[in-house]
């Protein structure tokens, strides 16, 4: 993925109407709830079981594990329910719970691998829906971009940002461009 559609995706879930409105505080937002999540033991509190699969499953096949890490290989689940527990409200909540559990009740998790790409091709093409699978879907797919990357992992083994510098490089090498 280019940097270039990082940013778009960001912007994307940005359009979330529970984030900050400004980039850098979303950014830094989702950067705090992943160091939450990395020391110390956050439960889950508002996915159910089911759902709690469910996110996990989908969110792989959003972002697959390859060379470089998967969504759930960055807790993108955990960092799912966290929002969902302390900054989505009641009303988007209702929207998006339900929605799950329609995905579910169509049979997700028994579906072969290229039927459930299927369906979630389908529910992509609905994701600007206000209420049922497709919303859910759109909120996953959404925030499953947010919570990948603004991890850690992803940002400096991927992205290349460094997050914490040592020390000022004043005497660098120059090689001219050819």
Known sequence: MHRRQVVRYLGAALALPFLPRNAEAAIKLGEELHLRLLSEEVPFRTLNARQQKLVAEIAEFIIPQTDTPGATSVKVPEFVDLILT????????????????????????????????????????ARNDKTGAGHAFGRLKALTV???????????????????????????????AT
């Open 86 to 125: 302390e900054w989505m409200s009641d009303d988007e909540k209702a929207a998006f719970l339900p929605g799950l559990d329609e995905i579910d009740a169509k049979g997700f998790a028994d579906l072969s691998r290229e039927q459930k790409i299927a369906q979630l091709t389908t529910l992509d093409k």
């Open 146 to 176: 947010y919570g990948y990357f603004t991890s850690a992992p992803v940002q400096q083994d991927i992205l290349k940002t460094k997050v914490m510098f040592d020390s000022y490089q004043g005497s660098v090498p120059f090689t001219p």
